[in-house]
Nanobody, 127 residues
């Protein structure tokens, strides 16, 4: 069983930065075999994929965050980071990380692939 805990959310002004962390539980499993993706959901909107990293290190980003957000993975510490720069009010939402162990390593933002989800961390960007 994999438990995920997000942290790092907060309230910042537009143009600012935040770094989100998604920490996996410490029980015995090979974190390196898991693909992890960040999703977000704004009030009244559907959940959307933001950035994903495959177990092979490949990455994928939503067009809206390309060039502003960077996803990275520390397999030893079992943490995935989402560095968010040049934040905009439209980035406001609850951010969730999700993980699954794929048969073939790849980065994906299809939510139906993911078996494990965190509880989320709130990000609020003011103009």
């Amino acid at each position: 069983q994999v438990h995920l805990v997000e942290s790092g959310g907060g309230s910042v002004q537009a143009g600012g930065s935040l770094r989100l962390s998604c920490e996996g539980s410490r029980n015995r499993y090979k974190y390196s075999e898991y693909s992890v993706t960040w999703f977000r959901q704004a009030p009244g909107k559907e959940r959307e994929g933001v950035a994903g990293i495959g177990c092979d290190g490949s990455t994928t980003y939503a067009e809206s965050v390309q060039g502003r957000f960077t996803i990275s993975k520390d397999n030893y510490r079992k943490i995935v980071y989402l560095q968010m720069d040049s934040l905009e009010p439209r980035d406001t939402g609850m951010y969730y990380c999700a993980a699954y162990r794929p048969l073939v390593c790849r980065a994906t933002m299809s939510p139906t692939e993911f078996r494990y989800w965190g509880q989320g961390t709130q990000v609020t960007i003011s103009s």
